[in-house]
């Protein structure tokens, strides 16, 4: 039914009953909010980390909340669900990369320690 200066009754072909549904190339909006939970999930992670085992070393608290921005930037960019694999592999490589050109990073040193595994826990569980 066309309705004069209104033009046509209903938008697109007429003749398809259920047009397809428009997918969306996004499994999930990522927010400032979401970012904001990584973070506590991180700080989390780094209290009890410390109330337990003792103060952190300045490279691994550098490195893990490093890697928590660089999640986020990735989960930004693709918002979706492979883009957790590339945010896992990501925060990895930021966890347990070697240090800088001929170890001029020497702040950003770390040896392993069992002390580190909540926090790096909490930031593997905030990717």
């Known amino acids: 039914m066309n309705l004069p200066f209104f033009g046509p009754a209903t938008s697109g072909n007429p003749r398809i009953v259920n047009p397809p549904v428009k997918r969306s190339l996004r499994d999930f909006e990522f927010t400032i909010f979401s970012f904001l939970g990584m973070l506590l ?10 109330l337990v085992f003792g103060a952190l070393s ?18 930004r960019i693709f918002p979706g ?27 950003l040193a770390y040896e392993p320690d069992p002390g580190y595994g909540p926090f790096i826990a909490a930031v593997l569980l905030a990717l």
């Open 41 to 50: 999930l991180g700080s989390i992670g780094a209290a009890l980390s410390c």
């Open 81 to 107: 669900w492979n883009a957790l694999i590339y945010s896992v592999l990501l925060g990895m490589a930021a966890l347990f990369s070697a240090t800088g050109l001929r170890g001029e990073w020497a702040m």
């Open 58 to 75: 300045p490279g691994v608290f550098i490195r893990g909340f490093t890697a928590i921005i660089l999640g986020a930037i990735v989960y």
